[in-house]
């Protein structure tokens, strides 16, 4: 076998010995093709993902933004909803506005999530049953109302999704509370 | 052969959500608290695709080996984060309405064996060193087949 090894790539090539070297190598575990089918298999899947990704009305960005410190985090696809701008950053800030009295708080969770705790004063207006809920809702809060949406942090998008939601029934004064009620509970402010 | 169907199979049809969804995908990546921000979008995009192809390749019997090899990278890939998961006891709970509970019925446990079986379904795949029927193209570069060759020959010499 070794000396077979040695011997192969000094003698010239002829056809009967092709026939062998090549048997040699397939024989075996034959790295040497396995590495080229690899390449082949592996170029073809990366190629067609990018390509389907591009094209796709779903596709996302190559990078995403996963840093909760800049705000709600998302894949960033083309149907995405997050609009930083709307965005409420600090528990205080959603505080202040809390205390002025005017704006309506509505809670984008679950109807049990929001029976467990929520925002003292909230209305739940849950973002998955948005068309049920929201003909009892707009007959309580005009057009007009300024609205804070929230959900459960800044890991969760539901609170934009509201927003969004709202924004195509023709409400204008939005603002997305990023941190959510977990972070308003921790803080210690009203809930109930 | 059933082996290399069966987890053809499996793949291909593991990989369709994801496709479907990458930014629902893109998120649980993201739960996992592993993978660096830069790469979290790039692998939802690729890893579906690689599944897919993987998958198609056992099915239709093009590179058999070196799908399996791919697929058993993956796997342990999936392996080895659900492990330190499982470890680490965390539970990535956005508490989001819209992520919905199908697809979460199964525990990390569950999710971690059956990877492990696939994983030496997978190994099977590879060292098989018989003859591979309802093969397009066995291995070997495009132009070569040696499929037939080894269902031909009754032993073949240089092994």
């Known amino acids: 076998m070794i000396k077979f090894l040695l011997e192969a790539p000094l003698k010239s090539v002829s056809l009967k010995n092709l026939n062998s070297y090549n048997m040699f190598w397939t024989s075996l575990m034959p790295y040497r093709d396995i590495i080229i089918e690899l390449v082949i298999l592996l170029s073809l899947s990366i190629l067609t993902a990018f390509a389907v990704n591009y094209f796709s009305p779903r596709g996302i960005a190559l990078f995403g933004e996963w840093d909760t410190s800049e705000g709600v985090i998302s894949a ?117 | ?14 990989c369709f959500h994801k496709i479907a969804s990458p930014a629902h995908f893109a998120k649980i990546i993201y739960g996992y608290y592993l993978f660096p921000d830069f790469s979290i979008n790039i692998i939802a995009i690729v890893l579906p695709f690689l599944e897919l192809f993987a998958g198609l390749a056992l099915i239709l019997g093009i590179y058999p080996r070196s799908a399996a090899v791919i697929i058993n990278v993956m796997l342990l890939a999936f392996i080895t984060v659900l492990s330190i998961n499982l470890i680490r006891g965390q539970q990535f709970d956005c508490g989001c309405f ?62």
């Open chain 1, 76 to 192: 960033k696809s083309k149907k995405d909803v997050i609009s930083h701008e709307l965005e409420i950053n600090t528990v205080l800030s959603a505080k202040k506005t809390y205390d002025g009295g005017k704006a309506v708080f509505v809670d984008a969770r679950s109807q049990e999530t929001f029976e467990e705790g929520h925002i003292k004063g909230a209305v739940s207006l849950p973002v998955g049953r948005f068309d049920e809920y929201f003909d009892k809702f707009k007959k309580t809060y005009p057009i007009s109302s300024y609205i804070v949406t929230y959900c459960s942090g800044r890991e969760c998008n539901d609170s934009h999704k509201l927003a969004q939601f709202l924004l195509a029934e023709g409400y204008l004064n939005i603002s997305v509370f990023i941190d959510g009620y977990p972070a308003w509970e921790d803080a210690g402010y009203p809930i109930e």
């Open chain 2, 1 to 14: 052969m059933a082996v290399r169907w069966f987890l053809g199979v499996l793949f291909v049809f593991a």
């Open chain 2, 98 to 159: 819209s992520l919905g509970e199908a697809g979460y019925s199964y525990t990390a446990g569950q999710l971690l064996l059956r990877d492990v079986i696939c994983f030496i379904l997978g190994l099977q795949v590879i060292f098989y060193k018989g003859c591979r029927r309802w093969c397009f193209r066995q291995t070997g570069s495009i132009f070569k087949n040696i499929s037939i060759d080894n269902c031909n020959k009754k032993k073949f010499s240089g092994q």
